[in-house]
Structures are given as structure tokens and as C-alpha cells.
């Protein structure tokens, strides 16, 4: 309401105008406020005298979000050994349905006993074109995770590191090494409020084979045995019979 007002200049060749500005800001608290919602705003001026208000113009806005993906894998796959170094790939993109740049990324490791992170091993492959990633841990001496930052990844950029791992010698048999990272990011550039947080995950699971161990007949002193004709699975021995055996161990 800004109460009274006079227009003490009468010339109407020549328009006179109030302005002001106002700011509105797109609260992450409202749930209705995704992506693809529909926003509109428009302003009314109403008086007195007739005629009694005017109206402006519906402006539309469409609501915009960042949705990232964080993925984990096994360099060149396969399965690990106890004392072995593995080197994990990270990758950090967009989804299909993303449309907005994301903004304040972390991305950092959970820690598995079972293995242990190799002190500068964490090498950047492909960085974000806008704003490169600062490796914050994983490579300085007393490190044992890792934290990497990037204050802005826009749409259709990627980022991808690789960081190794020794596993310890003393992995108990059977033992699946689960890895995993965690990624944080937000919609805004700035501290605010009203920007929206985002997470996501995702876990590596290798499978340690353990040693294996098998044993066969190669051999006997008479040659109608092994024929598993009185029992099927079985092979045939007879009594004072010679038999030799194949102990083979398997080591992955």
C-alpha cells in the first residue's frame, strides 16, 4: 500500500512511471517446487478512482533441477587377491532427465577394514570443464579416505578419477570387498536456505575367491577298474588295488 499519491505533473505527452523491484526465491521446503512445476507471477495495481486497477502480464517460470549420478567399478573387473593393489573408477555424471548445473559437489569414500587406501593414488581422468576438482584428501601422507570438491558441474559434463587400494594380506576367505562412495551436491551456487540438497551412492561389490582345492583317481594297477559300473558316481577299485591320486590346490 503506498497510500496517497498525486501525479502533479500534467503533461500528457509524456508518460510518468513508478518502478520498484522485488525479489521472489523458489523455496526448497515447498514440496509442490520440483522439476517441470509450473511457476507464474504477476502484478495488480489498484486505486481509488475509476478505473479502479490494472493488471500486468502472466510471467511464467519453469522449475529446474540437477540430477547427478555417481558410479563405482573395478578397473578392468575381475576378482582380488589378499596383498593385491586394486584401482577403483569413479564417474560422475548427469542423468537423461537433469536439466539445471550442479553446484557444491563432495565426494568422498566410506572405509572398508579389509582394504587401504594408497596414499597418492588418486589421479583425476576426466575433470569438470567449469570449475576442475580440488582433491582435498587421498593424497597427502596420513590420509585414509578421500574427499574430492568441485564447485560447479554443468549439464552434460562428466567427471571421473580413478584412487587405488591395497587389500590386506590377512582377507578371510570368502570375504567380498564392498566399496563405497558417497556423493552431495546442491542447486545453488551460493549459501542459501532455500537451495535444495541432493545424495546419491553406490557400492563396488568384488567377490575374493579363496584357494580351492580338488582331488582325482589318474590311475590303477588293473584296467577294469574306474569304470563306475556298480556305482555310478563312483569310480571302481578292488581289494590290494594300487590307486593314484591327483591333489591339484587352485590359487586366484
Do not use: C
Not at 521472489?24 to 481509488?48: F, H, K, M, P, Y
Not at 550442479?102 to 596414499?119: E, G, K, R, S, Y
Amino acid at each position: 500500500d503506498f497510500g496517497d499519491m498525486t501525479n502533479n505533473d500534467r503533461d500528457n505527452t509524456v508518460n510518468e512511471m513508478i518502478t520498484f523491484v522485488y525479489d521472489i526465491v523458489v523455496d526448497s521446503a515447498v514440496t509442490a517446487n520440483v522439476r517441470g512445476t509450473q511457476l507464474t507471477e504477476r502484478n495488480a495495481w489498484r486505486w481509488t478512482a475509476a478505473p479502479l486497477s490494472i493488471s500486468s502480464t502472466t510471467l511464467t517460470f519453469t522449475i529446474q533441477e540437477p540430477t547427478l549420478n555417481i558410479d563405482i567399478s573395478l578397473k578392468n573387473g575381475g576378482t582380488v587377491d589378499a596383498s593385491d593393489t586394486i584401482t577403483y573408477v569413479i564417474e560422475v555424471t548427469h542423468l537423461a532427465a537433469s536439466n539445471s548445473d550442479a553446484f557444491d559437489l563432495v565426494i568422498t569414500d566410506v572405509l572398508n577394514p579389509v582394504i587401504d587406501l594408497v596414499v597418492g593414488s588418486v589421479t583425476i581422468v576426466t575433470n569438470a570443464a567449469t570449475t576442475p576438482a580440488v582433491i582435498v584428501q587421498g593424497n597427502t601422507n596420513g590420509d585414509t579416505t578421500i574427499r574430492l570438491t568441485i564447485a560447479q558441474l554443468k549439464i552434460a559434463e562428466t567427471f571421473k578419477f580413478e584412487v587405488q587400494y591395497a587389500v590386506e594380506p590377512t582377507l578371510t576367505f570368502g570375504t567380498d570387498i564392498n566399496k563405497r562412495v558417497d556423493l552431495a551436491y546442491d542447486s545453488f551456487p551460493l549459501a542459501s536456505t532455500y537451495q535444495r540438497s541432493y545424495t546419491d551412492n553406490d557400492i563396488e561389490t568384488t567377490p575374493y575367491i579363496p584357494p580351492s582345492i580338488t582331488i582325482d583317481i589318474i590311475d590303477t594297477n588293473v584296467a577294469t577298474t574306474i569304470s563306475s559300473q556298480f556305482v555310478a558316481a563312483n569310480d571302481d577299485i578292488t581289494i590290494g588295488e594300487y590307486v593314484s591320486y591327483k591333489v591339484e590346490a587352485n590359487f586366484p
